[in-house]
C-alpha cells in the first residue's frame, strides 16, 4: 500500500503540492486528475525521489520511504514513465529494454557475463515488448521509431523493471484515437498485481481504467473517489471537468 | 610587510585578474551563446601578442599596435568563422573541442614559422613605462593601465548586455536560441559578430600582455588552461562568472604565490575540483 | 677567413690532426629539441656544432644524423636508443634539458657510446651519476653559480634573496650560489621557488624580494621566464640591484629585455664580448654566417664540435676510443682556455661576470672579472 | 552498445598482426616504435572504454598512466620489492586514483567532467614534479626489466618486449571487450545514454561510473608499467595534461566508441609522427590538420567511418547506424 502523509512541495515561495495525503491500496488503479500547473508531475517526481519533499511523508508496502533516494525507490519496485519520451534514443528497442531488465534484476554487477544472453533478461525483454506491442520492431533503432512506438516504448522500460508499484504521466500525451485503444487494452491487461497511479488526460481512458480518482488543482486535493462519483461531483466538474469542455 | 605590501600585491592580483578577465569574457559569451567551446581563443592571444610587437617594430608606434593588432586578429578570426567555426556548429561539443585543439597545432607552427622560436619582447609605450606613486607605494604605470582597461571593458560589457537592444538580443539568444530566431532576431549574425567581438578581445588581451610578459610560442598553451579554469569555476556563459572566475583565480594565484608558495602550483587545482565537486555547473551557471 | 682551428692549442704532445686525410667517417647523432620550448636552443647549437665542423673542412668526414628531442626524456630516450642501435654512431651530442639527460644516462652508459653534452647542467651528470661516456663541454649548474657567490661576498654584497623555478635545475643554481655566498660571509635572507612554467607574473615575488630587506636579489630564470623577470622587474622601478646566473640577460634574451636590463649583474661562462683573439674570430665568422651576435649556446655547439673533432684527431675512430680521447682534450677557444676534468669529465673553464650595458644604441655585455679555470669537485663522481 | 564484430575481430587481428610483423622484420627502431604504439594503444583503449562507452572524456588519463609507473618504480627502486608485487601495487594505486577521480566528478558532465579531470591530473603531475625525494623533474632510473627466464623469454631483446607488448594490448582489448559486453558494460553504456532514466531504473550511476573508471585507470595503469618497462626511466612528463591530450586525439582519430579504432589511430599517429619529423620540424602543423580534416570528414575517425562504408556495403539497410542529427543533439545537450 502507498500511504501519502501530509506532504508538501515549495520551490522558493511557490507551494506547488500542498499538504496531499491520500492511499492507494494494492493492486489499485489510480488516476491522478487536474488542471495543467496542479502539481501532478510534482507529485511524482515526490514519490519517486527524484524531488524531496518540503514536508510530509511517503510509506510503502509498510516502510517509510521518504528518506530515500531515486535509486532506492527503483530498486524497491517504484518505476515510471514519463510525459516527454526520456528514451535510450541511440539504442535500438532490445536494448532499452535489455537496460531495464538488467537494471532491475541487478546483472547491472555482472562484470564479465553478458545480461543480454540471460535467459531471465530474454524473456522479460520479450514479454514486455508482447505487452507493448512492440515484438516485431525489437531490432529498430529508438530514433528511428514513430512518435506512438517510443510512447508504447516509454512504458515498455517501465514494465521491463517489473515494477510493484507504477507510475505513468500522460502515457497517452500527443497520440492518436488508435493508439489511446490500444493503450487501453494494455491498461486493461496488465496484471492486478501491479499498483497503478497514472496520469491521464483523456477523460473516456480514465473513466474507463480507473478504481478510484484523485483530483488535484493548485498542488491540493480537491476530491477523491470513484470514476462514478468523480462525474456526479461538483467542484470537480467546476474547476477541471468545465474547463476540459 | 605592511599595509603598503598587501596594497601592491592587490594590484598585482587586480593586474592579472583583469588580464584573464579579458580572455575568459571572450570564450564564455562565445559558449554562451553558440555552444562552441573555442580551445584556439588563447591562439588568437598569441597571434595578438606577435601581431602587436610586429606592427610596433614595423611603425614605432605602440598604441597603432594596440588600436591594430586587434583588428588583424579579428580578420583572423572572421576566415576562422567561414571556413571551420560555423560549419562546426552542431557538430557536437567533442568535435569541436578536437577542431580547434587541432587549429592551435596549426597557429603554433605558423607563428614558428612566422616569427622563429625565440622569445620577443615589446616596449610598453613611453608614457606609461614610469611607476606612480601614492599611498605608500609605487606601482607601473602600465599595469595601472591595463586594471583600467580590463574594469572599463567590464563596465561596458555589462551596460551593453543589460541596458542595449543588441544585449537583449544576446540575452535572449543564450536563453533559447530557436525562440530568438523566432521572435525574428538574425541568430547568425548575431553569432557572427560576437564571435568577431570575443576574437578582438583575444587579441586585446594579447598586445596588452605583450608588455609585461614576453611573447613565446607556447604562451597560447599556457594562457589556456587558467582560461578555461576562470570559465569554468564562473559557469560557462555568463559574463558574471567570467568576471567572478577571473578575480577568484587572480587573488588565488597572487596571494597563493605570497602566502603559501610550497602549494601554489597546485591551488588553483584544488579550487577547481573542489568547486566542480560541489556545484558541478560552476558558481554562477548562465542558466537555471 | 682564419680557421679557429688553427689556434688549437695542444698540450701532451699530441699532434693536432688537420692535415688527417677523411677516410675515417665518424657518424654523429645530434639529440637536441627542434620542437617545444627549447627549439631555440637547439637550433643555436645546431648551428654552432655545423659551423665548427664546416670551418675546420671536414664536413665529408662526419655523418650527422639528427633527431629531435622534443625536450621530453621518454622522446629524447627513445631517439638516443635509435641512433645508437640502428643507425651505429659512433658518438652523440646534444641534450639541453637535464631531464633528457637522466634518461638518457644509464643508457648512454650501458651502451659504452660517448655523449658530448652540450647544455644540460645537472650537477649529479658529472658527479654521482658520472661516466666515461658522459662527457660535459657546455657547464654543470654549480659551475656557474658558485663562482658568482663568492665573487658577490667579496664584493660588498652581504644579503641576499633568491629566486628560481621550481624544478631541478633551479634548485641546483641557488644552492650552489646560496652555498658559496655564505661560505664567503653572506647571508641569505629569503628564497622563493616559483611553479615551473607556470608563473608569467613576478610581480607578486618581486614584492617579496624587496619587503625582505636584502642588499640584493639573485635569480636564475632562462628563456620567456628571463625575459619577464628582467622587463617586471625594470618596471617596478626596484633599488635592490638585480644578480643572476647568466642565462638572465643572454645575449639570446636581452634585446627582447630592453633597458630594464641595463646594470642587471651576472655570470656566465661565455659572453660574446670577450676581448680575445680566438673570440673576435669566432663572432665575426658566425656573424659572416648566421647574421646574428653568438650565445652561449652557440658556443656549447661550438665547441661540442670542437672537441669531437680534437678526440677524433687525438686517434677517436669508434665508440670507445673516442670516449677514451674526450677526457684529454683542451684547447683555446672562443671562452678561452679549456679542458676536460678526467675525473669528473666535466668542462674546466673561466666564468664571466659581467654587466649588461647600452652601447652604441645597443644593448651588450661588459666585462666585470673573470674567474679563472673553475673545476668541479669530484662530487661522488667514480669512473 | 558494444559488439564484437567480425569487422571489428578482422580490423583487430590486422593492426596486431601488422605490428607483430613489423617488429619482426623492421630494424631495432622499428621495435622501439611498436612498443611506443602499444603503449599508446592500451591508453587509448583505456580512454575509449570511459569516454566512448560512458561518455566520461578524461583529461587526467596520462597522469593514471604516471601514478602506476611511480607507484612501480618506487616499490621496485627505491623500496627493493620484487617486480611482480610492486607492478600490482602500481595497478592497485592506478586503479585506487582513478576510481577516486571518477567518484567525485560523477556529478558532472560535458566540459566539466574534462575539467575536474584534467584538476585532478595536474594536482598528481605537480605532486611527483615537486617531489624532490622521487627526482623531481629529473625523473628516477634503475627500473630493471621483468625476469621473465622461466618462460623462455628474455625481455631485454627489443623484439621479445615488442612482441610481448603486442600481447599485453590484445589482452588488454579482450578485458575491455569483455567488460563491456557484460552486464556492467551494457548499463554503462546506458548510462552514458541516458543518466537519469537509468537512476530512474534503480541504478546507482555514481558508482558505476566510478567502477569503470576504476576499470579504466586498471588498463591505463597496464600501460604505464609497460611504459617504465620500456624506457627503464621515468618522469613527471608522463603525467602532463598533453599525454592525456595526445590520447584523446589518438581516439578520436581512430573512432571513438569503436574500441578497435584507438589502436588503429595509435598506429597511424606514431607513425606519423615519426615520418615527419624526418623531414620537418613543424609536424605539429601537419597533425593539427590531419585532425581537423578527420573531424570535418565526419568525425567518426579512420576506423568508424570504414566501418560505416562497409556496413552500408554488406547491409544496404543496416539499422545499427545512428541517425546524424538525433546523435549531435543528444551530444550537444550532454555539454550543456
Known sequence: ?245 | MDASFWLLQCLNAMQYSMLLFLLSIGLTVIFGLMHFVNLAHASLYMLGAYFGISVSAMTGQFWLAFMLSPIIVTCIGAVLYFTLIDRMRGAGPMNQVLVTFGLIFVILDLVRLGWGDIALGLEAPAELSHTVSFWGISYPAYRLFIIALGLVVMISMWVVLRRTQIGAMIRASVENADMAASLGINVGRLFFLVFCFGCALAGLAGVAAAPIFSATTTMGITILIPTLIVVVIGGLGSLEGAITGSLIIGFLETFGAVLLPSLSAVLTYMLLAAVLVFRPQGLIPARG | MKSILKNLVVIGGLAVGIHMPAFADTKVGLVLPYTGTYAALGNAITEGFNMAIDEAGRSDEFTIITEDTEAKPPVGLAKARKLVLQDKVDVMVGVVSSGVLGAMRDFVHQAEVPLIVANAGNNLATGENCSPYIVRVSFSNGQINRPMGTWMAENGVKTVYTLAPDYSAGHQMISSFSAAFTAAGGEVLGSEFTPFGQTKDFGPYLANAQASGAEAIFVFYAGGGAINFVKQYGSFDIKTPLYGSGFLTSPLYVAAEGEAAIGVRASLHYIPTLETPENKAFVEAFMARYGTMPSEYSVQGYDAGLALMAAVDQGGTDSQSIAAALPKVSYVGPRGALEIDPATNNIVQNIYVYDTVMENGALTQKLIDTISSVRDDVAGCQM | MFYQTHLRSIALILALGFLAIYASFGSYFAREIVVEITILAILAISLDFCAGFGGMVSLCHGAIMGIAAYVFTIMGVKLGWPSLPSATLGLLAAVLFSGMVGWVTARTSGIFFIMATLAFGQMAYTFFFKSRWLGGDDGMGGISRFDLSWLGLDLNDALVFALLGVGVLFLVYVVASILLRSGFGRVLCGIHSNENRMQAMGVNTAKHKALAMACSGFMAGMAGIIAAQHTLYISPELLIWTVSGEVLLVVILGGIGTLVGPVIGAIILIMMKHELSNYTDYWHMIVGVVLILAVLAGGRGVYGQIEVWLEAFFKPQAPKEPKEPTESKEKEQDLA
Not at chain 1, 493492486?27 to 496542479?38: D, H, M, Q, T
Not at chain 1, 529508438?142 to 521491463?160: D, F, H, K, T
Open chain 1, 1 to 245: 500500500m502507498l500511504k501519502v502523509d501530509q506532504l508538501s512541495k515549495d520551490f522558493g515561495g511557490l507551494q506547488v503540492i500542498r499538504d496531499l495525503s491520500f492511499q492507494v491500496a494494492d493492486g489499485e488503479r489510480r488516476v491522478i486528475l487536474g488542471p495543467n500547473g496542479a502539481g501532478k508531475t510534482t507529485l511524482f517526481h515526490l514519490l519517486t525521489g527524484v524531488k524531496q519533499a518540503s514536508s510530509g511523508n511517503i510509506s510503502y508496502a509498510g516502510t517509510d520511504i521518504s528518506a530515500m533516494d531515486a535509486v532506492g525507490r527503483a530498486s524497491i519496485g517504484i518505476a515510471r514513465s514519463y510525459q516527454k519520451n526520456n528514451l535510450f534514443e541511440n539504442l535500438t528497442i532490445r536494448e532499452n529494454l535489455m537496460l531495464a531488465a538488467s537494471a532491475a534484476t541487478g546483472k547491472s554487477n555482472w562484470f564479465i557475463r553478458d545480461a543480454s544472453l540471460h535467459a531471465d533478461v530474454k524473456t522479460r525483454i520479450e514479454e514486455t515488448a508482447e505487452m507493448v506491442a512492440l515484438s516485431d520492431q525489437l531490432d529498430m533503432m529508438v530514433n528511428a521509431i514513430s512518435y506512438g512506438n517510443r510512447r508504447q516504448l516509454e512504458v515498455g522500460l517501465a514494465l521491463a523493471t517489473k515494477p510493484s508499484l507504477l507510475l505513468m504521466d500522460e502515457p497517452t500525451s500527443g497520440v492518436g484515437p488508435a493508439m489511446i485503444d490500444r493503450f487501453h487494452h494494455l491498461l486493461d491487461s496488465l496484471p492486478r498485481d501491479i499498483t497503478i497511479l497514472i496520469i491521464e488526460h483523456d477523460m473516456d481512458l480514465a473513466f474507463s481504467i480507473a478504481d478510484r480518482i484523485t483530483v488535484l488543482n493548485f498542488g491540493e486535493k480537491v476530491f477523491e473517489g470513484t470514476p462514478a462519483e468523480t462525474r456526479g461531483n461538483a467542484t470537480v466538474r467546476q474547476i477541471y471537468l468545465g474547463e476540459a469542455k
